[in-house]
């Protein structure tokens, strides 16, 4: 408790022992009840208490809610104590306040007024106790009424040193809780100049201040620049004895240092010649001093001289430009891999993990590969193997590949659980980055498997896969080495899966050889059928079909398998149906029929590798930016799918590089070119077996009629046809009848002109003032819940409105209006829920609640501030949601509401107007750029294609307000037909950023559009396709 010399307080004292000396807990409460009531009586019925007695009581108080007793009076004695002159009294009131007033307490008005009072004061101790006070509750009130007092207090040239620290340190603490509420921007330069302040207090408060300001906005504070080389060059060019008070065990201003040094890394190299060659001066010194013999031998000094060593090296590879400033950090780095210090062993690995992306240090990193795959073997700690594990993956190229890699396979056999996943990734990425030979990179991924089965995730077997099957010339060897992988007694499930997979595809190539006979590969695989979980024996099945195309003569002992009762009557739905339908396509089809459906899979295109992309997700740190992702590819593997019904419509194509839990079901070995159907009498099975092969570009303008009646005219239809027509302009006669989409799939129904659809243009620009009511299907009765509220749930009425604004009325009955207003940023987004009492009641126990369907939760984070519990008549509540984008959506989120309105329960479900389109950024491009990322994304699963009839009168001003609305740019001249609209923008996810490019061809004559989206991530196509067709 704080106490003044010569002004103890005797009661307090006595107090305080009398605790101490209670016997028991009752004792204890007893004691502290009898002074409570002594205490509130004194507060209520003496109003000639004296400062002295109540800093007494008030301190009574504190040391009681201290002891864990809750503390309801009182407060209002506390805050008069501030206006005191004594510095005990103030003092006490201060601490009273920080301990036990919150932010939203009633008294914080009054308070934040005597903090303004002792901050106007020109006594610096009253200012440095108000200010502590700020910096403890540091609530955006406060921020909001101090917002101009302390900024002013820190500049002016009035303040003492002592109290410029702490006005900083109390700035920093508001910015941190307040960013968008102190206006920093008439203050900057004097800030700035800050650094240049005699008093290395108040520069090391200011270097943390100025550091978080240029995080928000760098270039305003782009000035410190200069002035924090040239502070840092009097530190390390000043001896120890120079800065006394501010020296560590030798060193001078350590914090300081590492401060200013942090602070630099926001900033580019300088440009200006004096100041960069006295930073790198100021570099070059810190990393001489680290060579010298230490002038202490206590690790406080060791500490600090690294601490300032390891920024400055920060800084280095921060700048890479100085290839004599990186190696020298390097080779300072490499001093430390040997060092008995463990944390030191840490921090070199990982600094040099950084230096190995380098152009200019790479080499040098190189150096040190024996040092750290000693590391890997010999360290206790796991901390410092995963960071050598790193450093082995960052320092890899081709020249050192091979040992690398054999190095990692061989520790991986002992290295803990907690990093071989990590590790079974990187291994596969350097293995296929660097493979000269593909036999080599065959054996490794085998040896993967064989080694760590359990943690090799579907990404790495299915990437073997497709390099296999993109390579003619290492088929034959990978069919011979999973045929020998696989006759081990103990054998991996997903040694199983690339066995089935290769062999299916390539088992003819070893056929020739009796000890690997068509019969011998088929009981090999068939030996681990039972022992594979269902989706493998899935796979299984689809290997044998292709063995009977493959095999002929052991196409009876396959029929076999197929017809038990294990799989004919198998309780997994998926293994039944694939037995019936193989065993009724082996029977049936003819030769050249089989032929054609059960051919060798096509080559996959080339795409980003997502073993790499898992990688990232897992451990970002661990992939630099901008490295070797460039190089990686992969491909995507079609679903390949059978069914009974012929007129179902086609699988979704899964695209095998990315995310893992998209790939489950991609396990089947099937190709075809086309749509079979295989009768016999009257009765036919069907069996589609989808391959996504391009289609001929050369598709003629057609004349479409679709089963609802609709003709479509003036389209060219095919899944090149839109390549074409960006090029070659506008398409020429002819007609023939096919489906919408040219895919060879069933004919889709084009949606009818919907009936409220001109409404919905006037409706595009309503504000959040708007009078009009919401649509009926989002009312609600006023006997409770009504239909109204369950079609509300339902329909997507509402969240249409939003898609192209962001302001409106998102509901509206007699009881209540419900508008929204948001805005968004990136990846981020910002919604105000306002909620209005049209009543003359009060609405009583008014919660909200958010659910998020279909694992919404994974691609969306919600963050929901607490709305009031009561609405007032007449009045209108506002609620605030953050929301964060994670990877793509198509569900929207859950708003359930609810309150009692003359004591009965209401409910109301309502979609929130989230939708995916408002994380996009427009994009700007010329023509050429346009063809090119157009082409490049020609994909299946990367395109989706609407045609439909527009809902009202084709206007060009309309559609342009309907695509900015959107999200997207609109690019003029770059269709050669100019009545079409070309648009381009960047989905922001945290996870990624994903191209979009729109296409818009509308034919005012028949009053149809067709639209085409195209975008470097699957299913975002679809999504913003669907969505931009719901607004036209």
């Not at 917002?147 to 040193?161: C, E, N, Y």
């Not at 799939?745 to 919907?754: F, L, V």
């Amino acid at each position: 408790m704080p106490a003044v010399k010569g002004d103890g307080m005797r009661g307090l004292a006595v107090f305080i022992s009398d605790i101490r000396n209670c016997k028991s807990k009752e004792a204890e409460i007893k004691r502290i009840n009898k002074e409570l009531a002594n205490i509130r009586s004194k507060f209520k019925g003496d109003k000639t208490l004296d400062g002295y007695q109540k800093k007494k009581y008030v301190c009574k108080l504190l040391f009681i809610f201290l002891l864990g007793h809750d503390i309801d009076f009182g407060h209002m004695e506390a805050v008069n104590l501030l206006s005191s002159n004594k510095y005990t009294e103030k003092q006490i009131g201060y601490l009273f306040i920080s301990v036990l007033i919150g932010a939203t307490n009633d008294l914080m008005k009054l308070v934040i007024q005597a903090i303004r009072n002792d901050l106007a004061s020109r006594n610096p101790v009253h200012i440095t106790l108000a200010l502590q006070c700020v910096a403890n509750i540091g609530s955006r009130e406060m921020a909001e009424g101090l917002s101009v007092d302390i900024p002013k207090l820190l500049v002016s040239g009035d303040t003492i040193d002592a109290v410029k620290q702490s006005a900083a340190l109390t700035l920093l603490r508001l910015l941190r809780s307040s960013p968008d509420i102190i206006p920093m921007g008439e203050w900057t330069s004097r800030i700035i100049h800050l650094l240049n302040d005699q008093h290395m207090g108040v520069v090391t408060a200011a270097a943390s201040l100025i550091e978080n300001l240029v995080k928000k906005n760098p270039e305003e504070y782009k000035g410190c620049v200069s002035l924090a080389v040239s502070r840092l060059s009097r530190i390390v060019t000043s001896s120890y004895t120079d800065l006394q008070d501010y020296t560590y065990y030798f060193v001078p201003a350590p914090w300081l240092s590492v401060k200013l040094l942090r602070l630099l890394q926001n900033y580019p190299p300088p440009e200006d010649p004096a100041v960069k060659t006295r930073l790198t001066e100021c570099l070059e010194t810190i990393l001489n001093k680290a060579q010298e013999p230490p002038k202490s031998k206590k690790v406080q000094h060791s500490n600090a001289k690294n601490a300032v060593l390891f920024e400055a090296i920060n800084l280095i590879i921060h700048m890479d430009s100085d290839p004599n400033l990186l190696v020298r950090a390097c080779n300072q780095l490499g001093q430390f891999l040997q060092h008995r210090e463990t944390n030191l062993r840490y921090l070199a690995l990982e600094s040099m993990c950084l230096l190995a992306t380098s152009e200019f240090s790479h080499e040098a990193v190189k150096k040190h590969q024996e040092t750290v795959i000693t590391a890997l073997k010999t360290e206790r700690d796991v901390s410092v193997r995963q960071r050598a594990v790193d450093l082995l993956y960052a320092m890899c190229d081709r020249t050192n590949a091979e040992e690398i890699v054999g190095e990692m396979l061989e520790y991986l056999e002992s290295a803990d659980y907690s990093i071989r996943e990590e590790m079974v990734l990187k291994v596969a990425i350097l293995a296929e980055k660097y493979a000269v030979d593909y036999t080599w990179y065959v054996d490794v991924i085998l040896n993967l498997i064989r080694i760590a089965g359990d943690y090799v995730s579907e990404e790495v077997w299915y990437r073997v896969i497709q390099i296999v099957i993109n390579r003619d010339d290492v088929q034959g060897y990978a069919a011979k080495t999973v045929f020998e992988a696989l006759q081990a007694p103990a054998c991996h499930e997903n040694m199983v899966k690339v066995g089935g997979y290769i062999l299916g595809e390539f088992g003819n190539l070893i056929a020739g050889d009796p000890r690997s006979s068509p019969l011998v590969q088929f009981q090999l695989l068939h030996s681990k059928y039972h022992l594979c979980s269902p989706s493998t024996r899935g796979l299984l099945l689809s290997t044998y079909i292709k063995f009977v195309n493959l095999f002929p003569e052991i196409k009876n002992t396959i029929q076999d398998v197929l017809k038990s009762d294990n799989n004919m009557r198998n309780s997994d739905v998926e293994l039944q149906q694939r037995s019936i339908e193989y065993l009724q396509l082996s029977s049936i089809a003819t030769a050249d029929v089989l032929a054609t459906v059960l051919e060798e899979m096509p080559p996959f295109p080339e795409r980003e590798s997502s073993i790499l992309a898992k990688l990232k997700k897992k451990k970002p740190s661990s992939v630099p930016e901008g490295s070797e992702q460039k190089e990686h590819t992969a491909t995507k593997l079609p679903q390949a799918q059978m069914s009974n019904n012929v007129e179902s419509n086609p699988p979704t194509t899964i695209n095998l590089m990315s995310q893992a839990d998209a790939l489950a079901s991609v396990d089947k070995p099937l190709t075809a070119l086309t749509e079979v159907t295989l009768a016999t009498g009257d009765e036919a099975v069907g069996a589609a077996i989808w391959d996504f092969t391009e289609t001929p570009s050369e598709t003629p303008s057609v004349t479409l009629t679709t089963s609802t009646g609709i003709t479509l005219e003036g389209f060219d239809i095919g899944e090149s046809s839109t390549d074409d027509v960006m090029e070659k302009g506008s398409p020429v006669g002819g007609s023939a009848t096919v489906d919408l989409l040219g895919l060879g799939t069933p004919t889709q129904t084009a949606p009818s002109a919907g009936g409220n659809g001109d409404g919905l243009l006037v409706d595009m620009f309503d504000t959040l003032t708007s009078n009009k009511p919401a649509p009926a299907t989002n009312g609600m009765d006023l006997g409770g819940l009504t239909g109204g509220a369950e079609e509300a749930f339902k329909s997507d009425d509402s969240l249409s409105r939003f898609i192209c604004k962001n302001n409106g009325v998102l509901f509206e009955n007699d009881l209540l209006q419900i508008g929204v207003k948001s805005e968004y940023r990136e990846d981020l987004g910002r919604l105000w829920v306002f909620y209005g009492n049209k009543t003359t009641f009060q609405l009583n126990a008014f919660c909200v609640d958010i659910s998020q369907p279909g694992g919404l939760t994974e691609s969306l984070s919600i963050q929901q501030k607490p709305v009031g519990g009561e609405v007032e008549a007449g009045a209108q509540v506002k609620q605030q949601f953050n929301m964060a984008c994670v990877q793509e959506f198509e569900d929207a989120p859950i708003m359930s509401i609810q309150f009692l309105y003359s004591g009965a329960q209401q409910k109301i479900a309502l979609k929130m107007p989230v939708v995916l389109n408002k994380y996009i950024s427009p994009t700007e491009m010329d023509a050429s750029t346009f063809f090119n990322r157009w082409k490049a994304l020609s994909s299946p699963s990367q395109e989706s294609q609407q045609i439909f009839k527009a809902t009202s009168p084709i206007d060009t001003e309309q559609i342009k307000t309907k695509l900015i609305g959107f999200s997207v740019s609109v690019l003029d001249g770059i269709d050669p037909n100019p009545e079409n609209f070309v648009s381009a923008g960047v989905l922001h996810t945290r996870n990624q950023q994903v191209g979009v490019l729109v296409r818009l061809e509308p034919n005012k004559q028949a009053q149809m559009y067709r639209l085409t989206v195209r975008a470097s991530r699957d299913r975002v196509a679809k999504i913003l396709c669907d969505l931009l067709q719901s607004q036209l």
